[in-house]
Structures are given as structure tokens and as C-alpha cells.
């Protein structure tokens, strides 16, 4: 599979992630003002979303522009991709 050469650094970022979402829970807790807290969620998003686009390019590059994959294999990696987007856009 693929995001298994990308695997730890993947997963660091997950972990960076987790730690910014702890960061959001804090303030929470312990009352921090809103615009401390929006910040925070502001860069869990940010984060999320750049994982997000890292996995979606590579998913582009290895199951839709990828030669020698079938026009059947190029279809289905694009459905799949399709199926995020919808998902992730509501």
C-alpha cells in the first residue's frame, strides 16, 4: 500500500493533531476566552485539513493518473475519491 512509505510521518501528524485537539479541550475546561479557543479549533482544522489534502494527492497520483493502471482501476479510484469529497464538502 502506498501511504505505508508515507506511514510515520502520517502518523506524526495525527499526533500533532491529537495534541492540538487536547490543546482545544483545555481551553474549554478552563474557560480560556473565545478567541483563544477559536484560534485553536482554527488550527485542528488547518491540520486536519492539510493531512487531508496530503492523503488525497497521494491517492490521486497512485489510483487515478498512475500509467498502467486499466481504465476500471482509474474509475474506481475516482469514485472512491469522489465519495470523500461529497463527504467532507457537507
Same mark, same amino acid.
Given at each position: ?5 508515507? @506511514? ?7 499526533? =500533532?493533531?491529537?495534541?492540538? *485537539?487536547? $490543546?482545544?479541550?483545555? $481551553?474549554?475546561?478552563? !474557560? &480560556? /476566552? ?5 484560534? #485553536? +479549533?482554527? &488550527?485542528? #482544522?488547518?491540520? +486536519?485539513? !492539510?493531512?487531508? /489534502? ?5 491517492? *490521486? @497520483?497512485?489510483?487515478?493518473? #498512475?500509467?498502467?493502471?486499466? /481504465? &476500471?482501476? =482509474?474509475? $474506481? !479510484? ?5 465519495? +470523500?469529497?461529497?463527504?467532507?464538502? #457537507?
Amino acid at each position: 500500500m502506498h501511504l505505508q512509505e508515507k @506511514r510515520q510521518p502520517l502518523v506524526n501528524r495525527v499526533h =500533532r493533531i491529537a495534541g492540538q *485537539l487536547e $490543546a482545544v479541550e483545555r $481551553a474549554l475546561l478552563e !474557560g &480560556a /476566552d473565545c478567541a483563544t479557543t477559536l484560534q #485553536r +479549533v482554527a &488550527a485542528v #482544522r488547518g491540520a +486536519v485539513n !492539510g493531512l487531508l /489534502d496530503e492523503i488525497v494527492e497521494d491517492h *490521486l @497520483r497512485e489510483h487515478v493518473a #498512475r500509467p498502467g493502471l486499466s /481504465d &476500471a482501476q =482509474r474509475a $474506481a !479510484g475516482a469514485e472512491e475519491l469522489i465519495v +470523500v469529497i461529497r463527504r467532507y464538502s #457537507r
